[in-house]
């Protein structure tokens, strides 16, 4: 095993590194014999799943365009959610590591295509040259998963969905997919990890998502032509599922078949699209009922190319009349913030269109996976962390926060304490989270006590200014707030009213309790929210809300 992963806060983890007894993974059928075995039924099957899919396009009301895909609603439930996790875990997370490389992110969770190139010489000292991408799966033994635990956690932290990593673009699934035997129960740990979450979500009450990337580090087709064994490699130009790969865009090194761990487990087919990647997301949508589809990786080529229409019409399709349901805007090269239900962003200083409704999806620090190198230290602080939430709401979208457990599947303590801080903070203002709308406007900042966000009811009855910044004296100015005169105004939290007046010139002022000065009087930390009636009836128009 793997060396352990000590956790201790603000110190930095063990690093993981290749065992003294390692020994190579090799499944027990090579390329080769998975082509004699299994390629012409995994072909036929796919054939039929494709008919079945196209038979319930035919009959539903959502066709593989996006003329028709553009007119699905977006569920009530999902822009009610506000909050969510992404469980991002894989045979990468044994690796634990990465660089910040891309912007201001790191991706430790690309690692299996990464220690072939920029990070090879990490990879060479920490692990050796002969230790391949597939011998990772021999160390996958996943002993800390524990689906019912994390939903625990995400009920404890106020989430109220959950999107687990079912396939990334090393090509692991996890669950037992009838089109690979490249999963987690064909493979190490033996256990069907999707299920057991599916399960866990749905006994807490938590919405499940799909995630899905459409692309492959590599992958064995058969060629059309003469019947060998040809590999496939990531961003093909967009002709590559139809007619052979020629044989100078295979590299020499990812194309050795009878000793192949860069593979292991996958069957050859002759379209990578049609016979494989297409009808394994229409099993899992039809086994495990995902309530969102959330596609990655597919920059590169169009929507077209990975059939992402059809596997979205078909979800669709399947869940109408039924259960709402949610797809991403991830479909293919240059759909996102165009398509999709909702639109996704990767930094809460979004540029996207306000108004269509997104997702923010963000590492608690800057590690997209988990990286050993990161620890208390690294990673943002429970008042940042609710601080983007607030940001992200109030502007009319959702965060979903990435957990990134260890290769064991333990969460770091860093990541556990921050949730249940998150959690805590929702427990008392949750009101100002949940099931809200952007008020008129969105933020301002106050004479005394800087930085406050607004977001509104969905009757728009009240409004709720969350303050970031406690202020310096005993009260603060909202002159942005434009409460009914006559009615109470509170500080959630704290069941009495507090005193305010409302003047055209200054807007609201309210008088913090006394007993408020000390932080421990407090009715929670991080931020604060006032809660008052929204006077329609604007005679003093605000100015241009803040971007």
Known sequence: MYICLLVTAGCQQQQPKRPANFKPYRYRYSIEQLKDNFSQ????????????????????????????????????????????????????????YGEKRFGRANYPDCYLDFMYGWLRDYHIKTWGADFERDDFIGLFKTPNYDAEAFATLAEQAGAKYCVQFDRHADGYCLWDSSFTFRDSVDMPPGRNLAKEMVDACRRHGLK?????????????????????????????????????????????????????RLMSGEVPV?????????????????????????????????????????????????????????ANDRFGKDTRSKH?????????????????????????GESYGYCWKDNDQTTNSATELVKMLIRIVAKGGNL??????EGSARIPDYQVSRLKEIGDWLKVNG?????????????????????????????????????????????????????????????????????????????????????????????????????????????????????
Request: glycine share 4%.
């Open 41 to 96: 039924q995994q072909i036929a099957r796919a054939k039929q799943a494709m008919e079945e899919m196209n038979a319930v396009i035919e009959r539903g009301p959502y066709k593989a365009d996006f003329e028709s895909l553009d007119t699905h609603p977006l569920p009530e439930w999902f822009r009610d959610a506000k909050f969510g996790l992404f469980y991002d875990f894989g045979l990468y997370s044994v690796a634990g």
């Open 340 to 364: 999709g239900d909702f639109f996704t962003s990767e930094t809460d200083d979004v540029s996207i269109n306000l108004d269509h409704y997104w997702e923010e999806n963000r590492p608690m």
């Open 270 to 326: 002759y379209d990578f699209v049609s016979e494989y990647l297409v009808p394994q997301a229409k099993e899992f949508i039809d086994k495990y009922d995902p309530d969102i589809l959330w596609f990655d990786a597919e920059w590169d080529n169009p929507a077209d190319l990975y059939r992402t229409p059809e596997m979205v019409a078909y979800f669709y399709n399947k869940a109408q009349g039924r259960k709402e349901v949610a």
């Open 208 to 260: 499940y998502g799909f995630y899905y990337g459409v692309e492959d580090w590599q992958y064995p087709l058969i060629s059309k032509a003469d019947g060998r064994l040809i590999t496939r490699k990531w961003a093909m130009p967009a002709t590559y599922s139809s007619p052979d790969m020629p044989d100078a865009s295979v590299r020499p090194d990812f194309n050795s078949v009878t000793d192949n």
């Open 400 to 405: 979903i926060l990435i957990v990134a457990p």
């Open 431 to 547: 009101e100002a989270i949940y099931a809200t709308r952007p008020a008129r406007v969105l933020n301002e900042d106050t004479q005394l006590g800087r930085n406050v966000w607004y977001t509104s009811s969905k009757d728009g009855k009240y409004n709720y200014a969350i303050i970031m910044d406690w202020p310096r004296s005993d009260t603060i100015i909202m002159r942005n707030a434009n409460p009914k005169w006559d009615k109470k105004v509170y500080i959630l939290g704290y069941d009495k009213p507090l005193e305010w007046i409302d003047s055209p010139n200054y807007g609201m002022a309210v008088k913090l309790p006394e007993q408020m000065k000390n932080p421990a009087g407090r009715p929670c930390k991080h931020a604060w929210v006032i809660k008052y009636e929204y006077d329609s009836k604007d005679e003093f128009p605000p100015p241009k809300p803040a971007r």
